[in-house]
T-cell receptor, first 118, second 112 residues
Framework: EAGVVQSPRYKIIEKKQPVAFWCNPI?????LYWYLQNLGQGPELLIR????????DSQLPKDRFSAERLKGVDSTLKIQPAELGDSAVYLC????????????????FGPGTRLTVL | GQNIDQPTEMTATEGAIVQINCTYQ??????LFWYQQHAGEAPTFLSY????GLEEKGRFSSFLSRSKGYSYLLLKELQMKDSASYLC?????????????FGAGTRLAVHP
């Protein structure tokens, strides 16, 4: 069974340019997460989707970040415009979901997109 | 607030045993996860504890004490491939949903 797929694996852009990341979760997983991971740190949640609904985007910097999961499967995360401080690894994860707000599904992570902003 | 502490780095010898500790302070605790992350790769699930006690899974075991806010990951018969970062993550109910709050990770280096 395929795991979480992300692309691109690496992206180098100049500041003020836009960038987009794509994620395909494990088949049948209803919950999708985007995390940011800085070097030497643990992942930090940016946004969580239950099917196509963003149920927790409290940590997403909405002035420049946006995300969508239109058909409840694939998702894209966009930054426009990118800043130097956005250089990090952007991880996507998925879990089965459907267990309600108190569910503690195991999350399965993709390999991430390493973004470098010059 | 939420706070998770784990050592930044550890070293160990191939074939030995190593214990990686994690302490946490959180409200709405709903379990604790351990993930392994090799450099440049995805975090991979190792274990989940929600009740006090020891969970054993092959060479890896994880322990939880909810009253002490303490967990450890025990790695036995260390192999070179165990060199990686080990992330402690607490599941906490906040803002209407369970969230995973990660520690900064412990970088383990296994030497011959």
């Amino acid at each position: 069974e395929a795991g979480v797929v992300q692309s691109p694996r690496y992206k180098i852009i100049e500041k003020k340019q836009p960038v987009a990341f794509w994620c395909n979760p494990i088949s049948g997983h209803n919950t999708l997460y985007w995390y940011l991971q800085n070097l030497g740190q643990g992942p930090e949640l940016l946004i969580r989707y239950e099917n196509e609904e963003a149920v927790d985007d409290s940590q997403l910097p909405k002035d420049r970040f946006s995300a969508e999961r239109l058909k409840g499967v694939d998702s894209t995360l966009k930054i426009q415009p990118a800043e130097l401080g956005d250089s990090a690894v952007y991880l996507c994860a998925s879990s089965l979901g459907g267990g309600g707000a108190h569910s503690t599904d195991t999350q399965y992570f993709g390999p991430g997109t390493r973004l470098t902003v010059l | 607030g939420q706070n998770i502490d784990q050592p930044t780095e550890m070293t160990a010898t191939e074939g030995a045993i190593v214990q990686i500790n994690c302490t946490y302070q959180t409200s709405g605790f709903n379990g604790l996860f351990w993930y392994q992350q090799h450099a440049g790769e995805a975090p991979t699930f190792l274990s989940y504890n929600v009740l006090d006690g020891l969970e054993e899974k092959g060479r890896f075991s994880s322990f939880l004490s909810r009253s002490k806010g303490y967990s450890y990951l025990l790695l036995k018969e260390l192999q070179m491939k165990d060199s990686a970062s080990y992330l402690c993550a607490v599941s906490a109910f906040s803002g209407g949903y369970n969230k995973l709050i990660f520690g900064a990770g412990t970088r383990l280096a296994v030497h011959p």
